[in-house]
Nanobody, 124 residues
Framework: QVQLVESGGGLVQAGGSLRLSCAAS????????MGWFRQAPGKEREFVAV????????RVADSMKGRFTISRDNAKSTVNLQMDSLKPEDTAVYYC?????????????????WGQGTQVTVSS
């Protein structure tokens, strides 16, 4: 079992920045690829970014490239999502997730563990 707890969400104006963090506990953190997803009201859960177990590879959704950056610290069992140049359409609940994969999974179904989510609201 892996327990994930997100933090860092909040209200920000368009063009601003937020840094989300996810703290993991339980199994060995470095065994898991770590991803971020988001879900806006009335919409399906959407892939945001993923980072490989050793942090050597990352992938960010096309609509967020150049604005969002994912990173991890295996010594601290944390994964972060730096979000810059935020837009109102980035408003959603953001979820941290863990997957036992060597590659970079982008499908929510590939992830076995999820956090409770943190709300991000971007005002125009």
């Amino acid at each position: 079992q892996v327990q994930l707890v997100e933090s860092g969400g909040g209200l920000v104006q368009a063009g601003g920045s937020l840094r989300l963090s996810c703290a993991a506990s339980g199994r060995t953190f470095s065994n898991y690829a770590m991803g971020w997803f988001r879900q806006a009201p009335g919409k399906e859960r959407e892939f945001v970014a993923v980072i490989s177990r050793g942090a050597s590879s990352t992938r960010v959704a096309d609509s967020m490239k150049g604005r969002f950056t994912i990173s991890r610290d295996n010594a601290k069992s944390t994964v972060n999502l730096q979000m810059d140049s935020l837009k109102p359409e980035d408003t959603a609940v953001y979820y941290c997730a863990a997957a036992v994969f060597a590659r970079l999974p982008i499908s929510a179904g590939d992830y076995g563990y999820w956090g409770q989510g943190t709300q991000v609201t971007v005002s125009s």
